[in-house]
């Protein structure tokens, strides 16, 4: 009789069937009745079971005397599994004394069928808060406990992120020079302006003289990954 495939969840009915070996059953041995054979086929459901009810469709019967019988679409038994899934956390970075606050959004998925959503993970980390020290990192962001539609037809495996502490720059000097790609960049020089909280740099401003008649350019002042301040701008010569 018809037999159908095992197959991994892809959120469809559709079966996969061989009827090479169907044959029609209650015939009278001398009536003139075929069976015609399809390939259509659909499970019960598009969920994850064992032994799941497969039915096909468009048998037909034809012959001299098909109009004597009344054909019933076979049926038979295959298993839907269980989908891989991997929700990854991202990685992020803070400066040492921030606080970090997961939402829950903060991941990425790898293997979700189109139709099923993952809106939220829990996410923790010894890094995130504020007296997490630099010396311990990088951190884990651990995820977990995903929630959304259809996940109970996945196996879920969840992958780190890490949470990077960037020293705290302090000691801002009183100006700096910036390095660029144009001839007499190394000329320029950013100006500094202390907003009265001399240990936060990226709350500084800055203006840049680039060596020539144009005048000054705002600059920004920014942290770099290793601890470092930097002042970026550009000017075309």
Known sequence: GMTASNKIYDRTRTA???????????????????????????????????????????????????????????????????????????????????????????????????????????????????????????????ASAAVGTGLNNYTISYANGTLTVIAKATGVPDYALIEGSATIADKAVALFTDPGNPEDIAHYSATIDWGDSSGFDTGTVVINHDGTWSVKGTHTY
């Open 16 to 142: 996969v069937i061989d009827n090479t070996n169907d044959v029609l059953s209650g015939k009278v041995s001398t009536d003139d009745v075929s069976l015609n054979l399809a390939t259509t086929a659909a499970f019960s459901n598009a969920n994850v079971g064992m032994g799941k009810t497969v039915t096909a469709s468009g048998f037909s019967i034809s012959g001299v005397d098909a109009g004597n019988y009344s054909l019933t679409q076979p049926t038979t038994n295959a298993d839907i599994t269980a989908k891989q899934l991997t929700v990854s956390a991202n990685s992020v970075c803070k400066i040492y004394g921030e606080t970090v606050t997961f939402f829950g959004t903060e991941f990425t998925t790898n293997g979700l069928v189109s139709g099923d959503t993952v809106t939220k993970v829990s996410l923790t980390s010894a890094g995130s808060v504020a007296t997490a020290p630099v010396a311990g990192s990088p951190y884990y962001v651990l």
